[in-house]
């Protein structure tokens, strides 16, 4: 498992641009760390057939700052899920980090979910049971990495998302912002290749909302992560780096 | 009774059924809401029905087992006393003779009674020895009957089993029938010829020719010998004189009785005065009745626990309900939606799901009566016991009516109190915020000080401030101690410990408010953004503290031992099933609410443990958290499983305490085989019996291990040194043989000075005055300082018996223990308060020897000195001295024991007792059954009766162990309850948590991982009430069972703890909640991530 873990990391991180050069991250230059081709998922349902994506090809590069955007309904939400290896696919490759995710197990795709991979949702999804500095460290737990260690991290993440303070809150005793910053810090503790956001600032007031872009935006810059954001907002397109236009289950 | 329950329940489950209609066909809306939820989720509406299901299947399997039971010892009396439901005799002692005019009146009386089958004037004759002189064999105790035929109906009917003349008119002046009783005690065959002993013609013999073998025949299973009456009049030389007339009824000999009363009333009218009409059926269905009353009250006990369970079960699963429907709930009440409009939709659902449980549960729940009962069969059947499973259909509809109507009562409760919620919260899916409730004050002023206020909003204000008052503790505490104080005039334990509960109750509420309102004024400092999550802090941590103490203090004082709370606390107990069961439930609660509120505390340990567990630390991590954050659920979750095993302990230990007397036929016997009693003449002694067998029959001599005689002796005791010096009653015997080697009598206790048992027995043997004596005859200090569990004092029929299995209904003198002819005699050579001590059980335990003084300061044993004398009074008194204790734990051996020489001088001038009876011990290959035949033979002309022990232990204890059988098999179906508790909590959790599987399988957790996770979850939740159960039953059941439950010193039942049954249950406990968990976990793990992050 280690193997796969540095072999990721040295091919993502071995290749990646000068953080300073976006016009190498936003177009497609790049070694692409997430690659798709001929995506096709259709939804049946007592005889009814939805096709949610229709032949989709992509190619983000590491590093890059994506927004997948489009109207509902036109399958963002799907692509997403597929390209992270939460859903699967009819037909089609993807590739993540040159790892052909079609191939690979379910247990496969978890392990490399847990360590490549960070999650943000329009609904938070923190566990209520855990505290925010408990829900942030949790990926690091399955990393098995030392307790004490991952604590540091967690907090060291919650004070750089400006919630120091409320490490011992739990997520019903915060607000959405704070909640969704709790989500983010979370998303990136395992310091991964890719993080994932699916309308990450849906459930948020425009203040909150600029302030978790504002975030997404800093640590893509500082670390040099994947960032692919599903969202059906304009104004959150535009912070990106590249924009994906998503129309009737393809890309358009 | 039952016909008039079946009426209400039928008409209230008419009645409810009727509202639920009006309110479906006013409000379209509630029924096609309530129907599409019941459509919308199949697997969740079949885990709900399955769950309701399970109250009625409690209920009916509890009902068919005990309408069972009852047939069975219905049956079983019946049989007993046979055809006979009336007997007419005329009171005072003796034979009772009386004209057979009296007879002829009777039979004209009756002669066109459309309730009478039969009529039978009749001369019995009791307690005769009858020898079968072909067989060469000997029976004590039977009646010899003489009927007049003319009009015996089903009396003469004799179902004889050869095809010899079996009718009455049939028979011969030297004919006789032999019931099948006497048949087979004799060994009997047609063509054989008896001779029939009694003092009713002293002297004589009536010699008879057996003409066929019956059945039962009109005395039931009493041994009877039928002969034809002038034969019996001629021998007894009673002619024209009869003693009973037999009447039996029309229909069925089960419920022939029922017009007992009117028959015996119209009996009435044309005898003479000095005449009574006994209700032979009805008397004995009554005596059998009341001798099942012990299991009849395990069965209601384990019926009230069963209810108590499902009432959880049914919370739980609205509970869970409710709470998946939260969100959607919050919606309807955002959108004008009335609270009671919300009640009313989930209600009417609910009805749905109780309607479709309600006959599938009471078929099942019968099927699984029926299945228990069948399957018990095979265990019973060498009982010979009538096993037929009864189902009254009157009683299938009052468990179909009522498990209806109990489980829409429980759900309408649920649904009630867990339909109030904060919309806003709801539609957010966030915790509810605190309790915004006006203030206590102004809420008084709207009930009882403003002018022109609305009643409703005075009403709403009254309750709020009976509510508030509730909360502050002022009411529980008025309460409580207003109810202590009545239950103490009134000298009603059970109130006063009610109200002893509901005060401390009420103190620690009062002290939570007190506490909380300090912390509030210190929260005030704070800033306001903090201020909200601060209190609610303090008032978890409040809470935990007063659960705590609370629960502990419940189970405290419920659990304490009777010494401590003698002195500590007022009464708990005076003895019923209701007091049995709220000691359980509130030791149960007890501990689940100090164990529930404070799990993230006890779990703490664990935590620990799980963060250094490797690879599993993060499955141990998320496992252990949710059971904490989760308290309402595991809480009830905890209650069922503690319920559950505290239930099957309790039960258990019951049945394990009342079926060891009857279960442990060895310990029972002693290890002894066949007991035998010369009938006819003294035999002289086992040297006797010894060379008998010497001389004629070597190869029984060859198979006798040991022999051993008892002669019971009439002897009071006193102990100088003891607490109670006084004279005092207890069985003795004079014992021989074997006997003094220890054979059959292991002793618990040696006074100091004797290396082994040997040296004790030797010492009784070898020195005239040593004596042993039985663990019975301590008093309750003494044995528990020798770490001896004292059996309960001896009965009335351990005074005039054996020392082994004197309850034995089998050798002909011990049957009729004191009214056997010699003990009647010796009892009349004793004074009038002997006697009357003697007849009266309850008087006779105040006078019984308690033994109080044997040990020394180390807590040894001492040779400890009485004195006796026998009661008959030749005023020779006699010092013995104690040097041993007889092991009787289990009550199977009673008396002071020594030898001859010992008790000769207080015999001295007094009549001797020739009432030897023998026990032997046969070598381990040897057939019991032929060499109790045989001994019979060969001593034949001592007319000495044997009695294989075993087997006549086991036809006289058949109900006993078959009740038993079935209560343990009923009990283990606790275990479904709580293992389907355990499966729909599991399943309700994973629907739940859809979302957040799905995250934590997002984040990385594998399949097996998330089921590792509800593994986790649910053992805990089942091993922490296992253990809690566990812990309650036995802490009960070990201080609350003698004073108690099954009224150990009247009964002389000892708490035996199955200690293998125990593990068993432990063992099958967590093995159901792993198989409740497999499902739950299975589901869990197939979560596809992706779809479950869209799961709402």
């Known amino acids: 498992m280690n193997d796969l873990w540095n072999m990721l990391r040295g091919a993502a991180r071995g290749d990646r641009a000068d953080p300073q050069d976006r016009t190498a991250r936003d177009a497609p230059t790049q070694p692409a760390i997430i690659e798709a081709s001929d995506l096709t998922k259709t939804y049946h349902s007592h005889g009814i057939e939805v096709r949610a994506l229709d032949g989709v090809n992509l190619k983000i590069a590491s590093g890059a700052m994506v927004a997948i955007m489009g109207a509902s309904g036109s399958g963002k939400s799907t692509l997403l899920n597929c390209l992270a290896g939460l859903d699967t696919i009819d037909s089609g490759r993807i590739h993540i980090a040159g790892q052909d995710m079609a191939e690979m197990s379910d247990r496969a795709r978890t392990a490399l979910r847990s360590q490549t991979m960070g999650f943000v949702f329009q609904t938070f999804n923190l566990l209520p049971v855990l505290d925010a500095v408990e829900n942030v460290e949790l990926p690091l737990l399955i990393l098995r990495v030392p307790a004490t260690e991952a604590r540091r991290r967690a907090r060291a993440l919650l004070d750089a998302v400006g919630l120091a303070h409320r490490e011992h809150h739990r997520p019903a005793e915060l607000s959405g912002g704070q909640r969704q910053r709790v989500a983010i810090a979370r998303a990136l503790i395992n310091d991964p290749l890719i993080v994932w956001a699916d309308e990450p600032t849906g459930s948020l007031d425009s203040e909150a909302a600029d302030e978790i872009m504002h975030l997404f935006a800093r640590f893509n810059q500082e670390q040099q992560q994947t960032i692919v954001i599903v969202t059906h907002a304009p104004e959150i397109g535009a912070r990106a780096g590249q924009n994906l236009l998503m129309r009737d289950g393809r890309l358009v | 009774m039952t016909t008039s329950l079946a009426m209400l329940s039928v008409t209230a489950t008419i009645v409810v059924v009727i509202i639920l209609l009006v309110w479906g066909i006013g409000d379209a809306f509630i ?45 079983v009396a019946i049989a007993n006393v046979g055809r006979v439901d009336e007997s007419v005799l005329q009171n005072g002692e003796g034979l009772g003779l009386f004209p057979v005019q009296i007879g002829t009146t009777v039979m004209a009386r009756l002669a066109q009674d459309p309730l009478v089958a039969g009529v039978a004037p009749s001369l019995r004759i009791d307690g005769a020895l009858v020898i079968d002189t072909t067989q060469r064999q000997v029976r004590g105790s039977v009646n010899i009957l003489g009927m007049d035929p003319r009009q015996a109906g089903p009396l003469r009917d004799f179902s004889a089993q050869t095809s010899a003349p079996s009718t009455l008119e049939q028979l011969g002046a030297g004919d006789a029938i032999l019931n099948a009783s006497v048949a087979t005690a004799l060994h009997a065959s047609v063509g054989d010829h008896i001779a029939i002993y009694s003092s009713s013609w002293a002297g004589q013999a009536l010699q008879l020719r057996v003409v066929a073998i019956g059945g039962a025949g009109p005395l039931g299973q009493q041994q009877t010998v039928l002969t034809p009456l002038s034969t019996l009049q001629h021998i007894a030389a009673a002619p024209g004189m009869i003693n009973r007339v037999y009447i039996a009824n029309v229909g069925n000999p089960l419920t022939g009785s029922g017009e ?135 009683d299938f509809v009052v468990t179909l009516c009522l498990g209806f109507l109990f489980s829409l009562l429980i759900t309408a409760l649920t649904i009630s109190a867990t339909s109030k919620l904060n919309i806003a919260a709801a539609l957010h899916n966030a915790p509810d915020p605190p309790s915004t409730a006006p203030h206590f004050h102004e809420l008084w002023q709207t009930a009882v000080g403003r002018q022109h206020e609305q009643w409703q909003r005075r009403l709403a204000s009254f309750v709020g401030v009976l509510w508030g008052g509730c909360w502050r503790g002022f009411i529980p505490l008025a309460f409580g101690l207003s109810t202590m104080a009545l239950a103490a005039r009134h000298d009603q334990p059970l109130a006063s410990a009610i109200g002893a509960v509901v005060e401390i109750g009420g103190i620690v509420l009062l002290l939570r408010w007190l506490v909380l309102w300090r912390a509030a004024r210190d929260i005030q400092r704070l800033r306001e953004d903090e201020r909200l999550t601060a209190i609610e802090r303090k008032r978890r941590q409040i809470d935990r503290v007063s659960t705590m103490f609370f629960g502990a203090y419940l189970v405290v004082y419920w659990g304490m031992p009777p010494m401590i709370a003698h002195y500590l606390a007022p009464s708990r107990f005076n003895g019923g099933i209701e007091e049995f069961f709220l000691a359980g439930i509130l030791m149960v609660l007890g501990i689940v609410l100090a164990g529930a509120m404070n799990l993230s505390w006890l779990l703490t340990p664990l935590r620990a443990l799980g963060a250094r567990s490797g690879r599993l630390r993060h499955i141990m991590f998320i496992g252990l958290i949710y059971p904490a954050y989760q308290r309402l659920r595991t809480g009830i979750g905890l209650a069922l499983f503690a319920l559950v095993t505290f239930v099957m302990v309790v039960m258990a230990s019951l049945t394990n305490s009342t079926s060891q007397r009857y279960n442990d036929i060895s310990q029972l016997t002693g290890g002894y085989d066949i007991i035998g009693q010369s009938l006819s003449q003294p035999i002289g002694g086992i040297d006797a019996i010894q060379r008998k067998l010497a001389e004629s029959d070597t190869h029984t001599a060859a198979a006798i291990q040991n022999i051993s005689a008892a002669v019971e002796l009439p002897l009071a005791i006193i102990e100088p040194g003891g607490n109670d010096a006084g004279w005092r009653l207890y069985p003795v015997a004079e014992v021989s043989g074997d006997f003094l080697k220890g054979a059959g009598l292991p002793l618990v206790a040696r006074a100091q000075g004797y290396a082994t048992d040997a040296a004790v027995w030797a010492a009784v043997r070898d020195h005239p005055g040593d004596v042993v004596i039985d663990a019975g005859a301590l008093a309750t200090d003494e044995a528990a300082t020798l770490g001896i569990q004292a059996p309960g004092p001896p009965q009335l029929e351990h005074f005039a018996a054996p020392p082994i299995a004197a309850t034995l209904l089998g050798p002909s003198s011990l049957e009729s223990a004191i009214s ?89 001038g007094l009549t001797g007792i020739s009432n030897s009876y023998y026990y032997f011990q046969l070598r381990p290959s040897a057939d019991v059954s032929a060499i109790a035949r045989t001994l019979s033979s060969d001593l034949l002309e001592y007319g000495f009766e044997t009695t294989v022990i075993s087997q006549a232990l086991r036809d006289l204890n058949a109900p006993e162990l078959f009740a038993t059988q079935v209560l343990l098999r009923l009990v283990g179906l606790m275990l479904f309850v709580g293992t389907a508790a355990l499966m729909i909590s599991g399943l309700r959790s994973v629907v739940e948590r859809r979302q957040q599987i799905g995250m934590l399988r997002a984040l990385g957790f594998q399949r097996w991982e998330i089921q590792l996770v509800f593994f986790v979850e649910t053992v805990l939740v089942a091993f922490g009430g296992t253990l809690a159960g566990l812990g309650m039953g036995l802490l009960l059941c070990h201080n609350g069972f003698a004073l108690t439950f099954t009224d150990a010193t009247q009964l002389g039942i000892a708490l035996i703890i199955p200690w293998g049954t125990i593990a068993a249950i432990l063992l099958i406990a967590i093995a159901a909640a792993a198989v409740a968990v497999a499902i739950p976990a299975y589901q869990a793990s197939r979560v596809p991530p992706a779809a479950a992050m869209r799961y709402e």
């Open chain 2, 31 to 75: 029924v096609r809401q309530s129907l599409r939820n019941f459509q919308r989720r199949p697997l969740r509406t079949m885990v709900i029905i399955v769950g309701l299901m399970l109250t009625t299947v409690l209920i009916a399997a509890a009902s068919t087992v005990n309408a069972t039971l009852v047939l069975a010892v219905k049956t």
């Open chain 2, 260 to 394: 007992s009363t009117v028959i015996a009333r119209t009996i009435q009218s044309v005898l003479p005065p000095g005449f009574q009409v006994q209700l032979v059926k009805a008397d004995a269905v009554n005596y059998a009745l009341s001798a099942e009353t012990l299991f009849g009250r395990i069965l209601n006990l384990y019926t009230l626990f069963a209810l108590a369970i499902d009432v959880l079960l049914i919370v739980l699963i609205f509970a869970l309900l409710a709470a998946e429907r939260r969100m959607d709930l919050g919606t309807l009440r955002a959108f004008g939606f009335q609270r009671g409009q919300l009640v009313e939709v989930m209600l009417f659902e609910a009805a749905l799901y109780n309607a479709t449980a309600a006959l599938p549960g009471a078929l099942a729940g019968l099927g699984l009566g029926y299945l228990v009962v069948t399957l018990i069969n095979p265990t019973v059947a060498h009982l010979g016991f009538p096993l037929l499973v009864r189902v009254r259909p009157v």
């Open chain 2, 820 to 908: 056997a002819p010699q003990t009647q005699a010796l009892l009349r050579q004793t004074s009038p308060e002997v006697r009357a001590l003697l007849s009266q059980p309850a008087q006779l335990l105040a006078y019984t020897l308690r033994l109080s003084n044997l040990t020394d300061a180390d807590g040894k044993l001492q040779p400890t000195t009485v004195w006796a004398e026998d009661f008959r009074g030749n005023a020779q008194a006699a010092r013995m001295t104690i040097i041993g204790i007889v092991n009787n734990t289990q009550g199977q051996r009673y008396g002071m024991l020594g030898t001859v020489a010992t008790f000769a001088p207080l015999e001295r």
